[in-house]
């Protein structure tokens, strides 16, 4: 069973940095899929960063360069790393995994930006 836990939301200031965390059990991070995808106020899901099994990543047109994605072997974690934050960046954010024709997805956490 995979499982998928988010970790490194919370409030920051305009400008600021936050470096979001997704923890995997079930299965490894570094020869699957995955993704952070983000849900603003009555918003749909929208993607902000994909990595594949090689390791090329994509990102929302949205990020023009502000966000990283990447992953940990040895922690079984992969990471987003966001600077220059926005209002407009204000959501709850999930990681998913794609593992043998599924799609796994943690329980989300808030990233909230204030002006």
């Known amino acids: 069973q995979v499982q998928l836990v988010e970790s490194g939301g919370g409030l920051v200031q305009a400008g600021g940095s936050l470096r979001l965390s997704c923890a995997a059990s079930?299965?490894?991070?570094?020869?699957?899929?995955m993704g952070w995808y983000r849900q603003g106020p009555g918003k749909q899901r929208e993607v902000v960063a994909q990595?594949?099994?090689?390791?090329?990543?994509n990102y929302g047109d949205f990020v023009k360069g502000r966000f990283t994605i990447s992953r940990e072997a040895a922690k079984n974690t992969m990471y987003l790393q966001m600077n220059s934050l926005k209002p407009e960046d204000t959501a709850v954010y999930y990681c998913?995994?794609?593992?043998?024709?599924?799609?796994?997805w943690g329980q989300g956490t808030q990233v909230t930006v204030s002006s």
């Open positions: 990595i594949s099994i090689i390791g090329a990543t």
């Open positions: 998913k995994m794609s593992y043998y024709g599924r799609d796994y």
């Open positions: 079930g299965a490894a991070t570094t020869i699957n899929p």
